[in-house]
């Protein structure tokens, strides 16, 4: 029985055995150059075959597509299983007077009843506070130095999720702080904690919540070193350096010669136009001082940050997260580093602020140069920017020294170790 036709050679062929195309009778199994006869011409034949081809070639192309798109969606979602958030204080704002935390590593010197010199006397009081915003992490950054252990860069700043804010404000290093330390400024905390055999980030910590009227939850102590690591990380970076630097430091094994003018700065360049403040001549010495250097600073830490949010630099950060997980004291963990990375990619540069906590820069106390915060103004600023409450930060939560020049005022009324305590105090 024959189905779908009859058979010649062992091969099934059409029961029509034989086709008029215009171009003469050809027997519909003859071989051609294209192969056997379709029926059609040649031409249509080329036509349909590169179709077929076209049309396999998408298909391919498709599938592989396919393929890669749920690599990568699969990666995205292990991603942001792995990625943890930090974990948050929750705690509301401070009350100083209720733990008196010292801020220097000595526990809990007592609070004098007479300081010599008159007081701004203001009870504490505990803080009402509706709670935590949703989305707000609060962290503090602090740069030292590997040859003299000073902490001349200190960043507090909080990322908001919610809004899409990264807000970050430098403390300058010859800061009032209450403490009960001779030499009172918040660069001296870490290094003399350190030199004593007590815990110099615990003690930085204390010093942050008395400024700030809260705990952080993220702290990280990095090495001018480790910076200039993560710079070369990310292929350096473009910067307009403001003037000509030329500075020699033997003793802090420190030489800076790097010319004004745009240009790409490695790491270890990058480091350098961040530490500079004095001109082996004089010539081109900040006019500001630290002031004028955070603020170069600032330019430097801004270009970082765009060019960290170009997507040319997203395979850099596991090199990124390497450096920072071998070589950064810190309560951040590998994850808690890729939820910050992932947040952050999300900004663009309008979103990122950087600030100087209000004071006055230039003054003098018993010999020593201080800078004396505006308690008010930094008031302001903390709720402006770094407030992860939904209440506001007032006097009754931060432990802060501010003075005229000529007399010391305390927020909470008490100054750490008494007014005597001041190197070079004279009555």
Not at 131 to 152: E, K, L, M
Not at 216 to 225: G, I, K, M, Q, W
Not at 321 to 339: D, H, M, P, Q, S
Not at 358 to 382: H, K, R
Request: charged share 20%; proline share 5%.
């Amino acid at each position: 029985m024959q189905l779908f036709g009859g058979k010649r050679n062992g091969r099934h062929v059409s029961g029509a055995a034989k086709h008029d195309s215009g171009h003469g009778t050809i027997n519909s199994d003859q071989d051609t150059q294209y192969g056997k006869d379709p029926g059609v011409s040649p031409e249509e034949y080329t036509a349909e075959a590169e179709k077929r081809g076209t049309r396999r070639w998408m298909r391919r192309t498709l599938t592989a597509l396919g393929v890669i798109a749920l690599i990568l969606a699969g990666a995205y979602v292990a991603f942001q299983i792995w990625v943890t958030p930090p974990e948050i204080n929750i705690n509301t704002p401070a009350n100083p007077g209720s733990t008196n935390s010292p801020g220097d590593g000595t526990e809990g010197t007592p609070k004098p009843e007479d300081t010599e010199q008159p007081i701004d006397a203001e009870a504490p009081v505990q803080a009402v506070t509706s709670g935590r915003r949703d989305g707000t992490y609060t962290f503090a950054i602090v740069g030292t130095d590997v040859i003299s252990g000073s902490t001349d860069t200190i960043l507090v700043g909080m990322l908001d999720t919610a809004d899409g804010k990264l807000n970050l404000v430098s403390i300058p290093r010859d800061t009032l702080v209450n403490t009960a330390y001779d030499i009172k400024k918040i660069n001296y905390v870490y290094p003399a904690c350190v030199n004593n055999g007590k815990d110099g980030m615990a003690a930085l910590l204390d010093v942050f919540e008395d400024l700030l009227g809260y705990r952080v939850d993220s702290y990280a102590l990095v090495d001018v070193e480790v910076c200039a690591q993560l710079v070369d990380a990310i292929g350096g970076v473009w910067f307009d350096v403001p003037i000509d630097m030329d500075w020699d430091a033997p003793d802090q094994e420190l030489y800076i010669h790097i010319k004004a003018g745009y240009q790409l700065l490695n790491g270890e360049d990058a480091v350098k136009v961040m530490r500079f403040r004095y001109s082996n001549d004089g010539k081109n010495t900040y006019a500001g001082g630290d002031i004028d250097r955070i603020q170069v600073q600032h330019d430097l830490l801004m270009a970082l940050a765009k060019q960290m949010l170009s997507l040319g630099n997203i395979p850099n950060l596991g090199k990124i997260a390497a450096i920072y997980e071998e070589n950064v004291t810190t309560n951040v963990t590998a994850r808690n580093l890729g939820f910050y990375a992932k947040e952050f990619l999300k900004l663009d540069s309008e979103d990122i602020t950087f600030q100087t906590l209000p004071a006055n820069y230039w003054g003098s106390l018993y010999g020593e140069g201080y800078c004396f915060p505006y308690i008010d103004e930094w008031l302001a600023m903390i709720n402006e920017s770094l407030n992860p409450f939904a209440s506001d930060i007032t006097r009754a939560n931060i432990d802060m020294l501010y003075s005229d020049g000529i007399s010391v005022y305390a927020t909470q009324g008490y100054i750490r170790g008494g007014i005597g305590s001041f190197k070079h105090y004279t009555p």
